[in-house]
């Protein structure tokens, strides 16, 4: 199957929404009880963590933890909004500078001005979304970025994009100073973000069972085994524990003097369509196949060239003494597993 499909289905009685890029499964999205990123609350300030440099907040799904102390005190209200998942046993993670994002706009009430994504290039593009800019933005005091989807859009639907994000931005920061702690948006679900973020052309299919026809149901199974297969006979294995993500790489039956540097590149590759199929984030360790040193900046520029178009935020931290790479993720989805 060539091109791209975005399939919207259920899984578990949840909404879910999956990318395939010809016939290959490359993102996935399933909604959970939890609170969905991107959700906003009104908090109330709970008790502050000096050493933390923060503060827990009281939210109606449990306690929040926000890194800020200034100008906060026990009892006062405050927006935040939902940044990730939070580990088990532990708070909410929050910050207090809201992004109201759509498919073409971000508005950014605490971030003035007005900017266009630098992924757009062609000048008269960019003035022309200026323009749209301006003429919706003239008496609003709040930040705005448009983003890379614009290029090629309807003027229309940008206008309108911006309008809708607006109107939501301002009915929130209307509510910041009501009276206890309450949800003030739920945060948008796989079949929405799917619309938001996954822009390129694509069939879409919404009929009901499309995970089943369309092999998604097959992919899911797969990711149930740590072991990630790599081409040549390759693998490696993708173990989360609780304190990091262990990925650990193997040549197979492949004896050659090239072979570990082989694997390792390939696994640099796919490791980001990995971690965002099972959800992993957090500290992740790689232990690769041995290598000389010297090959170790081709393997950096092929890992770092792999993250660069990931939707995930993810540091490249570097090397340790015993020869292992490390990584530090963005936990914006649940584990897999857990979700199943």
Not at 82 to 95: H, S
Not at 194 to 202: F, G, I, L, M, S
Request: hydrophobic share 40%; glycine share 10%.
């Amino acid at each position: 199957m060539k091109g791209r499909t975005i399939a919207l289905d259920h899984v578990n009685g949840f909404e879910a929404a999956a990318l395939l890029v010809d016939g290959r499964l490359n993102d996935l999205l399933i909604d959970s009880e939890h609170p969905r990123p991107g959700a906003i609350y009104r908090a109330i300030a709970d008790r502050p963590v000096k050493g933390q440099g923060g503060m827990f907040l009281r939210t109606p799904d449990g306690s929040a933890f926000l890194r800020q102390i200034k100008g906060l005190a026990p009892g006062q209200p405050i927006l935040v909004q939902v940044t990730g998942y939070a580990e088990p046993g532990k708070a909410l993670p929050v910050t207090s500078k809201l992004l109201f994002k759509s498919r073409y706009a971000i508005i950014t009430p605490s971030a003035p001005g007005l900017n266009i994504s630098r992924a757009i290039k062609d000048e008269a593009i960019r003035d022309s979304l200026l323009e749209i800019a301006h003429a919706e933005m003239v008496d609003s005091d709040m930040g705005l970025i448009l983003r890379s989807s614009c290029e090629g859009a309807d003027a229309a639907e940008i206008a309108e994009d911006i309008r809708a994000m607006l109107d939501l931005a301002a009915a929130v920061l209307a509510d910041a100073t009501g009276e206890g702690a309450e949800k003030l948006t739920e945060g948008d679900g796989p079949h929405v973000l799917a619309w938001r973020d996954w822009t390129a052309p694509a069939e879409v299919v919404t009929a009901e069972g499309c995970f089943a026809e369309h092999g998604v149901l097959d992919h899911i199974e797969a990711l149930r085994d740590p072991q990630a297969p790599l081409p040549g006979g390759a693998s490696y294995f993708i173990e989360p524990t609780r304190a990091l993500v262990a990925v650990d790489v193997n040549t197979g039956g492949d004896a050659s003097l090239a072979a570990g540097l082989k694997a390792n590149l390939a696994t640099a590759r796919d490791l980001p369509r990995q971690l965002r199929l099972r959800g992993l984030g957090g500290q992740i360790t790689l232990d690769l196949a041995p290598m000389p040193k010297k090959d170790r900046r081709q393997f950096e520029t092929s890992l770092r060239a792999a993250f660069r178009h990931d939707s995930v935020e993810t540091t490249l931290v570097g090397w340790t003494p015993l020869g292992h790479f490390e990584l530090q993720r963005k936990r914006d989805r649940l584990p897999l597993s857990e979700v199943l």
